[in-house]
């Protein structure tokens, strides 16, 4: 038994949850005691924790998310540096939109609030680190820095560490 990942960043939401159980490919060894879903068919309890019946190798590929892009940043607003949370954060396009700017990992940095306000559609403000794509184990590291949210207590046993 090993855990897919150790990552918040690989952890399913219900939807697919209760889609690797339809699907039969997992074995459920632990619910969320007050978490029922229901359709019009059918019901069930929300798995807090699985496991696959076959290994599948770890995913490396990192999908490009707002949450990523402050993880990859460390939660530092990459204009001024003072320390955002995901209420705080903003994404910033370090080329603008109205300048033909994409949202991509490379284009993409994280910036509080007034310094996205301040910057708006110019091109003078540089983020302090140029925007990269990240590796997946760079991602793993930082978020081992900042720490894991728990959802369910019984995680903690699983991953082999204790919920704050
Ligand atoms: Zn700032």
Redesign the pocket.
């Known amino acids: 038994m090993q855990p897919i990942s150790l990552l918040p960043l690989s952890v399913v939401d219900w939807q697919e949850a209760v889609r690797y159980i339809v699907l039969d490919k997992v074995t459920v060894m632990e619910w969320h005691e007050d978490w029922i879903v229901r359709s019009a068919r059918w019901e069930t309890r929300v798995p807090a924790v699985m496991m696959l019946r076959e290994y599948q190798r770890p995913k490396v590929t990192v999908r490009m998310s707002k949450r990523n892009i402050f993880l990859r940043d460390e939660y530092t607003?990459q204009?001024?540096?003072?320390d955002v949370t995901d209420q705080s954060a903003t994404l910033d396009h370090v080329l603008p939109v109205s300048k033909g700017g994409k949202t991509t990992w490379e284009n993409s940095a994280t910036?509080?609030k007034?310094?996205n306000y301040k910057k708006a559609a110019s091109t003078k403000m540089k983020p302090k680190n140029v925007p990269h794509k990240p590796h997946f184990w760079e991602l793993v590291e930082k978020r081992k820095k900042k720490g894991y949210h728990i959802a369910h207590p019984s995680w903690a046993e699983y991953l082999g560490i204790y919920s704050k």
Do not use: M, S, T
Request: aromatic share 12%; proline share 11%; net charge neutral.
């Open positions: 607003c204009y001024c540096g003072v910036a509080c007034p310094c």
